[in-house]
């Protein structure tokens, strides 16, 4: 690490005084601030890897051009990192603002209605929310208050027999099934369940798709079907 410190003390000397707060020496304080804070966080590197430092300095080195390594530094802080509390807002957000809204209009329900909300909670009830892939759905849960001991991922569900997994369904007095996400990208984790899903709308089971953090690809992909 001593080698990165001198590096960019070096990178920041060269520069023009006027540079100001995009120095090096400013870009690399702004990064150890957001690796204290937030970068530490990273579940997959928590066990068996280098701390977030050593495995950025590693990264800029990989460049062989000093002017490279620069600008692979400057990028750092362009990541966009969603930390645990990031995600808690954004799976009360999903909940609130797409599956209610979802259920209002599955269900017609007037919002202004004096009976809406009771309406609501019983159609919340009726609605299976499953994971796609084997993401932890439980925080999901526990924000929202909701509640439903048994809610298989799908992409594993879709390998078991499809009237089996809609039978399921049925046993649990659901009638309706988000499915949550919490990353999709490309779309790839949809185009698994695709068959699944097929047959649980050919079987009356309306399905929605609510993704915690979804890229242009996987927006797209989720339009199209959306529109079929």
């Not at 692979?72 to 209610?100: I, P, S």
């Not at 796609?132 to 298989?152: A, K, Q, V, W």
Request: net charge negative; aromatic share 10%; hydrophobic share 45%.
């Amino acid at each position: 690490m001593q080698a990165l410190y001198e590096k960019v003390a070096r990178w920041s000397n060269e520069q023009p005084s006027t540079v100001g707060r995009s120095s090096y020496t400013n870009i690399l304080q702004a990064i150890i601030f957001h690796e204290q804070e937030k970068f530490g966080q990273f579940v997959p590197a928590a066990v068996g890897h280098a701390e977030f430092l050593r495995r950025m300095e590693a990264w800029i080195n990989s460049a062989a051009a000093e002017s490279d390594q620069k600008l692979l530094m400057k990028l750092v802080l362009e990541l966009c990192f969603l930390a645990r509390e990031d995600f808690q807002a954004l799976f009360r957000a999903a909940y609130r603002c797409n599956a209610v809204e979802w259920l209002l209009s599955e269900c017609s329900i007037d919002r202004l209605a004096a009976t809406a909300e009771q309406s609501l909670n019983q159609e919340v009830e009726k609605t299976w929310f499953c994971p796609i892939t084997d993401f932890n759905i439980s925080e999901f849960y526990h924000l929202n208050h909701l509640s439903c001991g048994n809610r298989p991922d799908w992409r594993s569900l879709v390998q078991l027999n499809h009237a089996g997994a809609l039978k399921m369904m049925h046993d649990l007095k659901r009638v309706r099934v988000a499915l949550v996400e919490d990353f999709i990208g490309s779309g790839s984790q949809m185009a698994d369940i695709e068959p699944l899903v097929d047959y649980f709308l050919a079987a009356g089971a309306h399905v929605a798709i609510i993704p915690i953090v979804v890229c242009p690809r996987g927006a797209i992909l989720g339009r199209q079907w959306a529109a079929q």
